[in-house]
């Protein structure tokens, strides 16, 4: 499992979760109407903030390898791989959503990975008239 962490495989399957969660649970018109089916507006999202996602996903992964890799370990998914559970963890835990990484009965790693989601701070997504997603 360790050697998977980390991994370009493992970053991308996180990235994937943690984008897929946050169009799932917070995807907003631009006048903060809840807009539904966001799984499906992937391809809408701006590269500018796909790209900034992707570096926030990217530093959490390399900072925190010990206990994704723990919680890996500790947690297992059968609808989702371990990359995408944790990136989908990510995004709940970030925005508060009430789940998360703390819920995985997996003690005082999901509390520090909890923890360490503070500094990244909430993000929610919005749909524009031309179509597109931005994240902020």
Not at 94 to 121: I, M, Q, S
Request: proline content about 1%; some cysteine.
């Amino acid at each position: 499992m360790s050697n998977l962490i980390g991994s370009l495989e493992y970053r991308e399957a996180f990235y994937d979760g943690a984008l897929t969660a946050l169009l799932w649970s917070g995807l907003f018109d631009e006048n903060g109407e809840s807009v539904d089916n966001g799984t499906d507006l992937i391809d809408w999202v701006t590269t500018e903030c796909a790209e900034s996602l992707r570096r926030e996903c990217d530093e959490f992964v390399a900072y925190h390898l010990d206990d994704l890799t723990l919680q890996a370990e500790r947690y297992a998914s059968g609808s989702y791989s371990p990359g995408e559970l944790a990136g989908h963890d990510f995004s709940l835990t970030r925005n508060h959503h009430g789940a998360g990484f703390w819920d995985r009965g997996t003690g005082d790693v999901g509390k520090r990975l909890t923890e360490a989601c503070r500094p990244y701070g909430e993000v929610n997504a919005f749909l524009l008239e031309d179509s597109t997603i931005i994240v902020e």
